[in-house]
C-alpha cells in the first residue's frame, strides 16, 4: 500500500465547476501536509499547506482531517490555468511523500 | 542564486555508462534533496543532505547510486552502469529550514537510458 494514495484521475471539468481532490495517508505520525502543482514537464510547486484548521487561498480551499488521515483540495471557479497535476504531499521527519498526483484538465 | 539549477536538463545514456547530475541549491538553504519521479508517477525520495552531511540515503535504489555535497552547497548525484530503469527525471530540492516542507525544486534532469 503506498504511503499517499490519490484518485489518479484524469478529471476533464468546464471552465467555472468546481472541483474537488482527495487524498489519504497512512503514517499517523505525519506532522506537515501540502498540495502542490506539477505543469508538464516542469517541476513540483508549493501550491498550499494544509491545516487541521482549514484554510482558503482564494478559489482553493485545503482540508485536513487527521483523525481519518484524510486531505481534500477544493477548486471552485476552475480555470484554463489551473489544469496541472496535484500533488497531496505528507511530511514526517526530513522528507516530503509524494502521492502520484491528480490530473486535472479544465476545458473551455 | 535566485533559484534550484539542476544540469544537465536532459542527457541520454548508454546503458552501461556513468552519469552525473548537478544541482545548485538556493544560496544558504541548508536542507538539499534528491528526488527520482518516473513517468505519471510522484517523485519518490533518494538522499537528503543538511549541509554537507548526509543523513538519510534510505531511498537511494542500489549501491549503484551516490550522492555527495562536499561543502554543503553544490550537490551530485552519480549513477554507475546506468540501466534501463534508471530513466526518469531527477529532481533536487532545497529548503532553508531543517525538517520542514515547502520545498524549492529545481527543473530536474530528465535521464534516458537507451
Known amino acids: 500500500r503506498k504511503e499517499v494514495e490519490q484518485d489518479p484521475g484524469p478529471f476533464n471539468v468546464p471552465e467555472g465547476a468546481t472541483v474537488a481532490f482527495n487524498c489519504t495517508y497512512s503514517?499517523?505520525?505525519?506532522?506537515?501536509f501540502f498540495w502542490y502543482r506539477q505543469d508538464c514537464r516542469k517541476e513540483p510547486k508549493l501550491l498550499m499547506s494544509v491545516y487541521s484548521s482549514g484554510n482558503e487561498d482564494g478559489r482553493f480551499t485545503a482540508q485536513l482531517n487527521r483523525a481519518s488521515q484524510y486531505i481534500s483540495l477544493l477548486i471552485r471557479d476552475s480555470k484554463l490555468s489551473d489544469s496541472a497535476t496535484y500533488l497531496c504531499?505528507?511530511?514526517?521527519?526530513?522528507?516530503?511523500?509524494f502521492g502520484s498526483g491528480t490530473q486535472l484538465t479544465v476545458l473551455p | 542564486g535566485a533559484g534550484v539549477s539542476q544540469s544537465p536538463r536532459y542527457k541520454v545514456a548508454k546503458r552501461g555508462q556513468d552519469v552525473a547530475l548537478r544541482c545548485d541549491p538556493i544560496?544558504?538553504?541548508?536542507?538539499l534533496f534528491w528526488y527520482q519521479q518516473a513517468l505519471g508517477q510522484g517523485p519518490e525520495f533518494l538522499t537528503y543532505?543538511?549541509?554537507?552531511?548526509?543523513?538519510?540515503k534510505s531511498g537511494l535504489p542500489s549501491d549503484r547510486f551516490f550522492a555527495e555535497r562536499p561543502e554543503g552547497s553544490v550537490s551530485t548525484l552519480k549513477i554507475q552502469r546506468t540501466q534501463q530503469e534508471d530513466s526518469a527525471v531527477y529532481l533536487c530540492a532545497s529548503s532553508s529550514r531543517v525538517g520542514e516542507g515547502g520545498y524549492t525544486f529545481g527543473s530536474g534532469t530528465r535521464l534516458t537510458v537507451v
Open positions: 504531499v505528507v511530511n514526517w521527519g526530513r522528507q516530503l511523500t
Open positions: 544560496s544558504g538553504h541548508v536542507s
Open positions: 543532505f543538511q549541509n554537507e552531511a548526509q543523513l538519510d
Open positions: 503514517n499517523s505520525a505525519s506532522q506537515s
